[in-house]
Each structure stands twice: as structure tokens, then as C-alpha cells.
């Protein structure tokens, strides 16, 4: 362990958004937190909040302790620790930014061969949350990088979970999570623009929503146990029910002049699914038709 890792330094590349609030915390946290970001006055408001600004990524690595990467994608990713150069060697870098699975274990391959030690990460909150009670963030790779580091990647979240030794886990859970986030948000728009047509507006329509998704969060851990068990009865609703509604809600959309793009993938699931002869089972069962996808 250098003399920096030992005072919790920690430099933070990529300052954008969540970048910002990461070094933020750390910060908060008492760490003495080098920045770097290639829009250099980024950088400002954190440096008048007592960060260190370096004016190159080597000079950033240089400055010691662990390495925590927020950048927009693998791509920018590698074009970063590529100028780095040799100040990288038998350092830890922890990449919590967005991309593939394959990408993060390529990357993984990628340091081990240049004595880089690794672990790639996922924050699972967003920036105001970042080092607050209800942030998450999930790492995967070598566990003993993270026990190692805690002190120092402990601020970020309440939780820091480790995954596995697969480096791709991470960003497995992410992506994961985050096609929740963009179907939930769908239906919610889609609701929004509906009930708009007539006037509503979104503010009046909040509790009704608010309501349904507390039903819908019950439900998951039902579906959770059908999905494992392979196991499709239901006793709340079936599939050949679920395939006459969303075509109401379908047709009345048209018919009150909005899209429908959003529902168009669970319509086509759906369908498929009773085609196959399911249409007495649940829900849940629109798994089968998501893992055979030309089934
Ligand atoms: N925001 C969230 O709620 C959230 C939540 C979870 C995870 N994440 C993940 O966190 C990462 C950062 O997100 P963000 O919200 O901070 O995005 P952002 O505000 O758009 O910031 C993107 C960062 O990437 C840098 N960048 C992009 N291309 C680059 C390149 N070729 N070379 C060097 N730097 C480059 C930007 O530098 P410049 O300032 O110079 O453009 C900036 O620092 C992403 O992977 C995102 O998916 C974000």
C-alpha cells in the first residue's frame, strides 16, 4: 500500500454528473481527492471545494491512492487510461461507468495484463443520492480490492455490495436495472400522455400511479417464484385477459391520438405467448418468449 492509499486519497476522472457527486462524497468524506475531466472547468466547483485539479490523467493516477473512473462510456474509458501510460501500472482502478458486459471484462483482461488492478463497478443510485442512506453500488472482480478500498469506496453508497470475481457482473445487474427503469418510465408516460388527452394533468393522475405501483412491487416476488420455479398458474390474472386489455388500451390510445410505441414489445410478447398455447397462465410466463426470442 502507497503512502496515499494509506490516507484514503482518492482520484476521481470524469466529472460529469455522477462524477461530480462522487468526488463530492468523497470529499465529504475527508479524502484528499484528486479530479480530472477533459472539460477542464468542470472541475471548478470542485476544486473551490478543496479537490486537488491535475492537469493530465497521468499526473491525476500519479497523485496516488485509488482510482475511480465515471466516464460516459468504455470507449471514452479506454481513450483515457490509454494516455495514462505507465502511471497505471500496480494501481487500482474501480470503472464505475456504463457499458456492456463484454466490455468490462475485456477491460478487465486488458489491466491484468498490465499489472492494473481491477474492479469494475456500478452505481446504482443517482447523483443527489450518491452517499446518502439509500445509494447502492455493486462491484465485481477481485473481492479483495474492495475490502481493501471500503474505507475509501465506502462513502459512495450505504451499500456496497461485491457480485463475484466475474468483472462483467456489475454491469450485468445494471443493465439489468436499468431496463426497468426505462419500461417503468415508459408506462408511466404512456399513462400521463393518456389520461393528458382528456386534460388531466399528470400532477392529478400522481396518486392513482403512485397507488398501482405499490400493487405492482407486491407482486414481484410472485412473479420472482413463478420465474424460478418454471411454474406459470395463476389465480390473478391470465394471459388470454392480459391480451384483450392491452389492446384496449391500445386502440383507445389511437384512438385519442397518441402513440403507442411503448407498448408495442409486451402487446407483440403477449400475443406470441397465447399463440403458443399459454393462454391460461400468468404473466410470468412471457419469460419463455424473452429467452427464445425466435422461438
Ligand atoms: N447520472 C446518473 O444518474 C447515473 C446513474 C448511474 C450510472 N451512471 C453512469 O455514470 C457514468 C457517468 O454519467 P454522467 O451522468 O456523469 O454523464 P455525463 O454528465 O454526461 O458525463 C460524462 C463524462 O464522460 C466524459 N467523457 C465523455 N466522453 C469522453 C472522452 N472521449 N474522453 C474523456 N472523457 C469523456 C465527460 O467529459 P466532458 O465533461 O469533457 O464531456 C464527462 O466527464 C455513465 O457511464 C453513466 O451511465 C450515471
Keep these: 500500500m502507497t503512502a496515499a492509499e494509506n490516507t484514503g486519497a482518492v482520484t476521481v476522472i470524469g466529472l460529469g454528473l455522477m462524477g461530480s457527486a462522487l468526488a463530492r462524497a468523497f470529499l465529504a468524506g475527508g479524502h484528499p481527492t484528486t479530479v480530472w475531466n477533459r472539460t477542464v472547468r468542470k472541475a471548478d466547483p470542485l476544486v473551490a471545494e478543496g479537490a486537488v485539479r491535475a492537469d493530465s490523467v497521468a499526473e491525476a493516477v500519479a497523485a496516488g491512492g485509488v482510482v475511480v473512473l465515471s466516464l ?15 502511471a497505471l501500472r500496480s494501481t487500482t482502478v474501480v470503472n464505475l461507468s456504463s457499458g456492456t458486459v463484454r466490455e468490462a471484462r475485456e477491460l478487465a483482461a486488458w489491466a491484468a495484463e498490465r499489472n492494473i488492478r481491477y474492479l469494475d463497478g456500478s452505481v446504482m443510485a ?15 472482480g477481485p473481492g479483495e480490492l474492495l475490502d481493501e478500498h471500503r474505507p475509501v469506496l465506502g462513502r459512495l453508497a450505504a451499500t456496497s455490495l461485491h457480485l463475484g470475481d466475474d468483472p462483467g457482473l456489475a454491469l450485468l445487474y445494471e443493465n439489468a436495472l436499468a431496463g426497468m427503469l426505462w419500461t417503468t418510465l415508459g408506462g408511466f ?3 400521463l400522455a393518456l389520461v393528458g388527452t382528456e386534460k388531466v394533468p399528470a400532477a392529478d393522475f400522481l396518486a392513482f400511479a403512485a397507488q398501482w405501483h405499490t400493487t405492482l412491487g407486491a407482486l414481484l416476488p410472485v412473479v420472482a417464484e413463478e420465474v424460478d420455479a418454471g411454474r406459470y398458474t395463476t389465480d390473478v390474472s391470465t394471459l388470454d385477459m392480459n391480451k384483450r386489455a392491452i389492446a384496449h388500451l391500445i386502440e383507445t390510445s389511437r384512438a385519442q391520438g397518441i402513440g403507442v410505441d411503448a407498448l408495442g414489445g409486451m402487446r407483440s410478447l403477449i400475443e406470441r405467448r397465447v399463440a403458443d398455447g399459454h393462454g391460461s397462465e400468468s404473466l410470468s410466463g412471457l419469460i419463455e418468449v424473452i429467452r427464445n426470442p425466435r422461438g
Excluded: F, M, N
Aim: avoid cysteine; glycine fraction near 10%; charge should be negative.
Design 72 to 86: 460516459i462510456d468504455y470507449t471514452a474509458v479506454r481513450e483515457v487510461l490509454a494516455t495514462a501510460g505507465d
Design 189 to 191: 408516460l404512456q399513462a
Design 126 to 140: 443517482v447523483p443527489q443520492t450518491v452517499g446518502g442512506p439509500d445509494a447502492v453500488v455493486v462491484y465485481s
